[in-house]
């Protein structure tokens, strides 16, 4: 069994920073994917960066330079440090990771962006 807990989330206005983590516990031996999704209302759930073991990052075109994906792997721990942030990035955001060819997510934690 695989947890995903995040944690970080909130309120923040236009043009602030926000971080979120997220910590993987249960049987694990490596995480070759971890990564973040999110879901505004209406909208399907989509890819916001994922980051390999090796450190090779993927991301969304419209998050490239304002968003930073991090993992600490000794923590099996993902990071995700939103800066510029604007209204259309307003979701819940999920974690992601791949543990043995399966595909397990968290919660979600709602991050909103108004003034």
């Known amino acids: 069994q695989v947890q995903l807990v995040e944690s970080g989330g909130g309120l923040v206005q236009p043009g602030e920073s926000l971080t979120i983590s997220c910590a993987a516990s249960g049987t694990i031996l490596i995480i070759p994917n971890m990564g973040w999704y999110r879901q505004a209302p209406g909208k399907e759930r989509e890819l916001v960066a994922t980051i390999t073991s090796g450190g090779r990052t993927n991301q969304k075109d419209s998050v490239k330079g304002r968003f930073t994906i991090s993992r600490d792997s000794a923590k099996n721990t993902v990071y995700l440090q939103m800066n510029s942030l604007k209204p259309d990035d307003t979701a819940v955001y999920y974690c992601?990771?791949?543990?043995?060819?399966?595909?397990?997510w968290g919660q979600g934690t709602q991050v909103t962006v108004s003034s």
């Open positions: 992601y990771a791949n543990v043995a060819d399966t595909d397990h």
